[in-house]
């Protein structure tokens, strides 16, 4: 079955403590993305990745690290989490499109991880 | 910049009742993409519609429908007859060329009472 998985599912932690989220697609997609959804913001990008080692910044990158060594996992890093990363965080993956645009092609998001951060 | 706009934070309905959500968006570009996501309260979130700047088209799949108006920089989404599974956050999507994600509105929750 295609999909997009993440773990964990719910994740409690402390400020300060590493913490790693795992992202990994079966589809052989090259694109996948971390987004974070916060009440009354929907869902904004925090990084992405267009390829195997090819990773960048989205609109919210800061306290967060990513790594894409292999195609299909893409984890998040939380290398000293505070609280104000308290959040449901989506790992997305997707085909790139003519030219290497994500421009026509549906995100598949993972189930989401629930963190919280005291 | 390119920015979504969903207005209703939250709709009420009973069941059977039609409902019909909205979106505006901002862009300068020509060419983009628009797309739905319904989040159940299981939280993951699924695609519904995919709809390209250059096709004003309306579409309706069973219950759903989705009106596109470039005019107005619209892309509302209907659900005639509303069933207590469609309670869910509803998110309008925009991606335009060149960019590398997704700009989403803040979402609409809907509540279909029995």
């Known amino acids: 079955e295609a999909q997009v998985t993440q773990n964990p599912r719910y994740l409690i932690t402390v400020t300060g403590k590493k913490l790693t989220v795992t992202c990994s697609q079966n589809?052989?997609?090259?694109?996948m993305s971390w987004y974070r959804q916060d009440p009354g913001l929907g869902l904004r990008q925090i990084y992405y990745?267009?390829?195997?080692?090819?990773?960048d910044k989205g609109d919210v990158p800061e306290g967060y690290k990513v790594s894409r060594k292999e195609k299909r996992n893409f984890p998040l890093i939380l290398e000293s989490p505070s609280p104000n990363q308290t959040s449901l965080y989506f790992c997305?993956?997707?085909?790139?499109?003519?030219?290497?645009?994500?421009?026509?092609?549906?995100?598949?998001f993972g189930n989401g991880t629930r963190l919280t951060v005291t | 910049a390119q920015k979504v706009t969903q207005a209703q934070t939250e709709i009420s309905v009973v069941e059977k009742e039609d409902v019909t959500l909205d979106c505006v968006y901002e862009?300068?570009?020509?060419?983009?993409?628009l797309f739905w996501y319904k989040q159940p309260p299981s939280g993951e979130l699924v695609f519904l519609i995919r709809?390209?700047?250059?096709?004003?088209q309306n579409e309706i799949s069973g219950r759903y429908s989705w009106n596109f108006q470039k005019s107005t920089s619209s892309f509302n989404f209907t659900i005639t007859a509303s069933q207590v599974v469609d309670s869910a956050v509803y998110f309008c999507?925009?991606?335009?060329?060149?960019?590398?994600?997704?700009?989403f509105g803040s979402g609409t929750r809907l509540q279909v009472q029995p």
């Open positions: 862009t300068r570009d020509t060419t983009y993409y």
């Open positions: 997305a993956s997707s085909l790139l499109g003519q030219a290497g645009r994500l421009l026509n092609s549906p995100l598949h």
């Open positions: 990745s267009m390829n195997v080692e090819v990773t």
């Open positions: 999507a925009l991606i335009r060329t060149g960019r590398r994600a997704l700009t």
């Open positions: 589809m052989n997609h090259e694109y």
């Open positions: 709809r390209n700047s250059f096709d004003e």
